[in-house]
């Protein structure tokens, strides 16, 4: 995404609107759009069980409205972005170096998808999940 720039950040709605050279119109990504995306691509990473989430959103998912975003926590100011995800780990994988992947794919994908730089991807392991 050449030529991008992150003008502003909407607190009320949780988005952020990108400047570009070539003005077709306004683009703003929500908060939420971000944090998706790093929970998909967490949950890609080989050793990753699930996402761990609230009790709230447990009970959410439970009645069949499954949350993309769930374990993730994302803190946008101006073009960074910081990342927390919260994972429950396959029993038998090695810790540090599976976080090391996720902490790499989060990073790619957020960065690739939006043009946001990410300044740190923090990992919690909440549980380990036998199969």
């Given at each position: ?10 607190r ?78 396959q ?32 990992i ?8």
């Amino acid at each position: 995404m050449e030529n991008v720039e992150y003008k502003e950040m909407n607190r009320k709605t949780g988005t952020h609107k990108l400047e570009n050279e070539e003005k077709f119109g306004e683009v703003r990504i929500a908060d939420e759009v971000v944090a998706i995306i790093a929970g998909l691509a967490a949950s890609e990473v080989e050793g990753v069980a699930s996402m761990a989430g609230n009790v709230t959103r447990d009970i959410i998912e439970r009645l069949g409205m499954k949350s993309l975003s769930k374990g993730v926590r994302v803190a946008l100011e101006g073009n960074k972005v910081n990342v927390r995800l919260a994972i429950n780990i396959q029993y038998g994988y090695n810790v540090p170096a599976t976080c090391t992947k996720i902490q790499e794919r989060v990073k790619a994908a957020i960065e690739t998808m939006t043009g946001l730089e990410v300044e740190e991807v923090n990992i919690k392991i909440v549980n380990v999940e036998m199969e």
